[in-house]
């Protein structure tokens, strides 16, 4: 990535936080040299070099926008990452509190003063302060409401009354609204006026006077219209309204099906209260794939990656304990055969395999229904041929692969029985995952839960213990 | 979400679907009567409720945005889905077919005539027909090639030229230029002559003779800015530039820390090729966590959920041979222990949460660090102190749940000593999980390959044969 600005590209991000990470390691080294000799001619030496790295970093720094300070931020140690901050003006804190991540904006506010967090959060807009506001303290939230204009402690209080994942957390107020029936021409003038238009303006919207909004006049057309014409005859009146307590990931669909670049949220009565901008649609996309990726992978959340061991451990212990339930009934379940076991320990050694097809296939069958289930493409009708297709898959794969690992077992343990035991245990275990694999997610979805959750961690659990149960079980009932 | 326009929002585009999977039926209804009872009568009733049908689905259709239409054929099994598609009107299958997943774009574009093709790939642009252009048969793709004008042509050469996952495969052609040597008046007057602008215009792009990217003009600034004053006065010379060539994941990660709704592409010697809008952005990200959540799922590609049970099967087969392969393997090891097991058959019962406590926490730390890899947050000072924070974090765990999983097994089996084999069998693999957890997704990026994909199978892999190692070994060496 090429660019004229010094800050922009993804290499250049990384080149700056090399090079941060480089003076403050030198800063680091004189430090310690002069704690090491204590000689009044070193602490001179040092407070002059200390104050041509802090000079360095702060012009550094200013260059630099917001999103990449906040990168920046969390790839360094808290102690760097605590000097950095200090070099950063008070009027730009706000803005890079909102960029960081949750964990490390945490470490940011438990260092800040409250008197700097109210100056901090006042530069900010209602809709931002509300994205800010569940980790500030709550003395510094009364301060920094008390200090708003009525307007906008109206909108920080509606911003803060809508759940997370609801288009009203979405919302911004950065509106410009025009009358139907005045001029293009007197659009143009009174757009004039303005010292600039709010971020992501690709439409301006038209209301009456009670603020109901009626129709949408797109940046473009106002371009290529006649200025005589008036708003009413050139503005779009089919247009999407989101409604504040929509679900985000409904809004984030419609931004990416019909290509928006803004969309009004209206309320009753058609009241404009506000608007989402795809900027915050991307933001949150991304955000809602990296929580799934991060709950797959066993994690409660976002990690600070130089968060203590203590903060780590917990983090992960959630996942690790639902584990070991799941691997302690699975081991129950064996143990139940221990008998069987004892006298053909073959067993032991070509269970995990009938576990492990199972979980495996469970996974992708659960993969697919999920993903379908949330675009809602799942009909009724074509419910029952799904079902009755991951059956026939599952006997496919059952003959295929069950087929050769009895073969294997046939061969390794110069017993035909034992073959036939072991494709019969896998291919009943891959129908139980693809029975399981259906109705875990759709039955998620009927008790009004995400079946992107948790999933996959009962899948598991359930061919895991299911597995060893049916192979074991039909062991003992035909071998022994 | 309320709307205007009848097509906007979810819940309307799945009453469509619920509606026209409806009117099919009785469809399906009468034919079935007709053949069953061959009277000519019927014939007749037959065919006017046919064409009423049809007349009814074709008239819903028209109203639908075409990336609905495309949500509702991915929703019908293949026959109903041909027959919806029969009704569409050719000027927009174009569209279309850019809209619906690649395992439904295949289905349809295997029953179109290649005339009808080719007329359905005229309607789109050179950077549209480039994403298509590898699903259509190749005699389609020349006489479309020779149809376009030379200036598409090229583009469509350019556009093809680049890697999927390339800016190059991002970028459209739809640009805005002026001259910096106008006034604004000027430029509003040559926009006022188009009969639109190019979706998702909010800058225009200033060039020079030789088609040099000078800067860019916000719309915003043209409309607040004094109509008297120069381009080159109000344009802006710093600006993010993307290059053809850089990868897509990094303009995403652009757009999203910097807010953008299009960024120009420029090659060599700073000539303007084209631009990326936020659009393109979208899909990608959400395609790119799409196929993230399929790979870890198991499945090769998006499946067709109509799909024949053969392509289904197909489609899973991969991931399934390679689980199959390591659960082999681990199967061997065990099978090296089997002398142990048939001594104390406790081992076969415990073994599984050895293995599956390894597995769990070794993903965790593997999510933990293809994270901060992809965000190339991780310094050579800070690698170091990541591995020491790891390999503490595997010894508390291993303390803990390996202490109260020991504590389980001493009591259920009555025997201290494989408690103790208990715990430091776990605390081990959770030392191997950690090791390997920062270890393979930091030599895949170092053989340049995406650390997400595979990371998971091999970690598991490993701490499932090693976990098995390890306990069997530890209890081999110390209790028989």
């Known amino acids: 990535m090429s660019e004229v600005q010094e800050s922009s590209s993804q290499e250049s991000v990384q080149e700056h936080l090399q090079q941060i990470v480089e003076i403050l390691e030198k800063q680091r080294l004189v430090e310690g040299l002069v704690h090491k000799q204590e000689m009044p001619r070193h602490e001179l030496v040092e407070s002059l070099v200390h104050k041509q790295h802090l000079a360095e970093l702060q012009k550094r720094l200013e260059g630099l926008h917001s999103a990449d300070i906040a990168y920046i931020l969390e790839a360094l140690p808290l102690e760097q990452r605590l000097a950095v901050w200090d070099l950063v003006k008070v009027d730009r804190e706000g803005e890079i509190l909102l960029e960081v991540s949750e964990p490390v904006r945490e470490t940011l506010i438990a ?24 980790d500030l303290p709550e003395d510094v939230m009364e301060d920094v409401f ?60 038209v209301v009456d006077r009670d603020e109901a909004l009626k129709g949408v006049l797109p940046i473009n057309l106002l371009l290529v219209s006649e200025p005589d014409r008036l708003v009413g005859e050139v503005m779009k009146r089919e247009m999407l309204m989101l409604n504040p307590v929509d679900r985000a990931a409904e809004a984030a669909q419609a931004f990416e099906r019909y290509d928006l670049v803004t969309a009004p949220v209206v309320g009753e009565r058609g009241r404009l209260m506000g608007r989402v901008s795809v900027d915050a649609v991307v933001d949150y996309i991304r955000e809602a794939s990296e929580n799934e990726r991060l709950k797959l992978g066993g ?17 992960r212990w959630t996942w690790l304990a639902v584990n070991l339930v799941t691997a302690f009934v699975a081991s129950r379940v064996i143990s139940v055969f221990e008998g069987s076991i004892e006298k053909l320990v073959a067993l032991a050694a070509l269970m995990p395999i009938v576990a492990g097809i199972g979980g495996n296939s469970g996974n992708q069958t659960i993969t697919m229904i999920v993903r379908s289930l949330a675009l809602g493409q799942i009909t009724h009708s074509s419910a029952r041929a799904l079902v009755a297709k991951e059956i026939v898959i599952a006997v496919l794969n059952g003959l295929v692969w069950g087929g050769i690992m009895g073969a294997f077992a046939m061969f390794l343990y110069h017993s035909a029985a034992l073959g036939v035991v072991m494709t019969a245990a896998m291919t009943l275990n891959l129908l139980v995952a693809a029975l399981f694999g259906v109705f875990i997610p759709v039955l998620m979805v009927k008790l009004g839960r995400d079946p992107a959750v948790g999933s996959s961690v009962l899948i598991t659990a359930i061919t895991d213990s299911g597995g060893f149960f049916i192979f074991l079980g039909l062991a003992t009932l035909f071998l022994l």
């Open 111 to 134: 260092y800040m003063e409250p008197a700097e967090l109210v100056a901090a959060a006042e530069t900010l807009d209602a809709d931002e302060l509300a994205d800010l506001a569940p």
């Open 146 to 205: 008390k200090a708003l204009p009525v307007e906008e402690r109206e909108q920080l209080r509606a911003a803060m009354s809508y759940a997370e994942d609801s288009v009203g957390a979405l919302m911004d107020f950065d509106l410009v609204t025009v009358r139907e029936d005045v001029t293009l021409e007197v659009v143009l003038r009174y757009l004039r006026r303005l010292d600039g238009l709010p971020d992501h303006t690709d439409q301006l919207f």
């Open 299 to 315: 994690l409660r959340q976002e990690e600070d990656i130089f968060a203590s061991v203590w903060d780590s451990a917990r983090n």
